[in-house]
């Protein structure tokens, strides 16, 4: 009997420490934006993304991951089939740099290098800290405020639903991360790794639309570019609402109610530091 219980303690110790460890690698994919200029889900404009990934595996099911990424965004009203949008006929752009912290979980055992366990789908949860700056091209007739046709426009700066100076928008907020993915060994060292995480963000300005159009002569006392300002915010609509130019103080802009979401999704390769290569007992280890 006491064989048999040191036997299965060694078992448990050697498939405990054969997943034990670090692995570190690259991703590589695409980001996506989800909100006011994007309220159908449209996946027409894909950005290249990628990262450097660490994860620590606590056992054959669980694990912790930190990683930093980057990601680029964009939407168009242009790009819309609803009339709204269409006549709102904004635009944006903007970078993203992204540290994410999640723990995962592994639906089957997962074990480098053995013959049965080497691969699973996994579910992901955690927080991410984010940077975003949107920005928009200013497309008028003639030059603007100094600024020439076809530049590109920070728009937090302009104050484009009313902001008065001082009281823009945070532009690094945190995010709710969640998704799922799925790895598989290539050999004892290497894994592959492709996810798609939504990160659902604590923020409405990712795109820099959220509430109303505000009262254009409060751009004239709080901002130096009045005229940019008031131009980015409104300038390019395209309809008459109610009678009144779109635009008009008080019109529906963006919908509040919702904050804003952007989705990172690719294919990583990383490197499993484990030095332990003792198979658990009936593990069906392979060779590299």
């Given amino acids: 009997m006491v064989i048999t219980a040191s036997l299965l303690f060694t078992a448990t110790v ?11 690698g690259p991703w590589a994919g695409v980001s996506y934006y989800f909100g006011d200029l994007n309220t159908n889900y449209r996946l027409n404009r894909p950005n290249a993304a990628g990262g450097f990934l660490a994860r620590y595996n606590f056992n054959e099911r669980l694990s912790f991951s930190v990683s930093g990424n980057y990601g680029k965004i964009a939407a168009y009203d242009s790009d819309s089939r609803n009339p709204f949008e269409q006549d709102r006929n904004l635009s944006f752009q903007s970078d993203i740099w992204d540290g994410t912290a999640l723990f995962e979980f592994n639906f089957l055992p997962y074990f480098h290098g053995s013959r049965d366990n080497f691969f699973t789908p996994y579910l992901f949860g955690g927080l991410s800290i984010f940077n975003f700056n949107p920005k928009a091209v200013y497309d ?20 484009t639903e009313g902001q008065f100076k001082g009281e823009e928008y945070f532009t690094v907020t945190a ?7 799925f790895k598989f060994d290539l050999n004892y060292e290497w894994s592959m790794n492709i996810h798609a995480g939504i990160r659902s963000t604590y923020t409405d300005y990712l795109d820099d639309v959220s509430t109303v159009y505000p009262d254009r002569t409060d751009y004239i006392s709080t901002r130096p570019q009045s005229d940019l300002a008031v131009y980015m915010s409104s300038g390019k609509s395209l309809a008459i609402d109610g009678g009144k130019p779109l635009g008009t103080k008080g019109q529906q802009r963006g919908d509040s109610g919702n904050n804003d979401v952007y989705l990172f999704a690719g294919v990583g390769i990383l490197y499993y530091f484990g030095d332990v ?3 658990s007992y009936g593990s069906g280890t392979r060779r590299k």
């Avoid at 995010?175 to 993915?181: D, K, R, S």
Wanted: charged letters at 15%.
């Fill in 277 to 279: 290569r003792c198979p």
């Fill in 175 to 181: 995010a709710f991360t969640y998704g799922m993915g």
């Fill in 14 to 24: 050697s498939g405990q420490s054969l997943m034990r460890g670090w692995e570190v």
């Fill in 140 to 159: 008028g007739p003639t030059q603007l405020n100094g600024v020439n046709p076809g530049e590109l426009v920070e728009l937090r700066p302009l104050g």
